[in-house]
């Protein structure tokens, strides 16, 4: 499975843009990119995903790089709700594909 | 907005024992897995189950853990002879019919063996 690679833990303020990266130099051209977060307690949450071109949805953005080799998560404006863990995910573009998750990124977001 | 039920929310059992571990997936979903976390590491995948049958398992997935679909909303993960090892949480997820979706995860069942 390719690998991604993110920072272990990202600190923003409330009410401000949040940035996530995520490398991952060896995507192959069936894989999508993933992002789902954890909350405290709870379990993993789909946040957004993509192939090529730049996604947006209620909860995020996701930023894909043209060469497809990194990615970047948006949260518009960082509540105190979104405090929790962001994983970066390749999935590969067959039905049943499985996620495989790393250690993510902790993002803390202050009052 | 739909969502994936595990029940119990905990369990606590004895080493050796049997549990079952139960989810019940979105309605019009096909494919159906299993992860599990243990406390402070990551999300491991467990098994993948689409059409009644196992997809795909992990290495974690040994004799001990089977997996069945009873009823057609039910889905159910047994581990037979529980070890202290086993102690973790437990995530159910469900997803539709195209690889272009993102899973829905349940809350989880905690298991702790004693």
């Known amino acids: 499975d390719a690998k991604t690679t993110q920072p272990n833990s990202m600190e923003s303020n409330e009410e401000e843009p949040v940035h996530l990266p995520c490398n991952h130099s060896t995507i192959s051209g069936t894989d999508y990119i993933h992002w789902y977060r954890q909350l405290p307690s709870q379990g993993p949450e789909y946040v957004i995903h993509g192939l090529t071109s730049n996604v947006n949805n209620r909860m995020a953005s996701l930023a894909i790089a043209e060469d497809r080799k990194s990615s970047t998560l948006i949260l518009h404006r960082a509540t105190l709700r979104d405090a929790a863990v962001y994983y970066c995910i390749l999935r590969k573009r067959e039905q049943n594909s499985k996620l495989t998750f790393g250690k993510g990124i902790t993002l803390s977001v202050r009052p | 907005e739909p969502e994936v039920t595990q029940t119990p929310s905990h369990q606590v059992t004895q080493m050796g024992q049997e549990v079952i571990l139960r989810c019940v997936p979105i309605s019009n979903h096909l494919y159906f897995y299993w992860y599990r976390q243990i406390l402070g590491q990551k999300v491991e995948f467990l098994v993948s189950f689409y059409n009644n049958e196992i997809s795909e398992k992990s290495e974690i997935f040994d004799d001990q853990f089977s997996v069945e679909r009873p009823d057609g909303s039910n889905f159910t993960l047994k581990i037979r002879s529980t070890k202290l090892e086993d102690s973790a949480m437990y995530f159910c997820?469900?997803?539709?019919?195209?690889?272009?979706?993102?899973?829905?995860f349940g809350s989880g069942t905690r298991l702790t063996v004693v």
């Open positions: 997820a469900s997803g539709g019919d195209s690889y272009n979706y993102g899973y829905t």
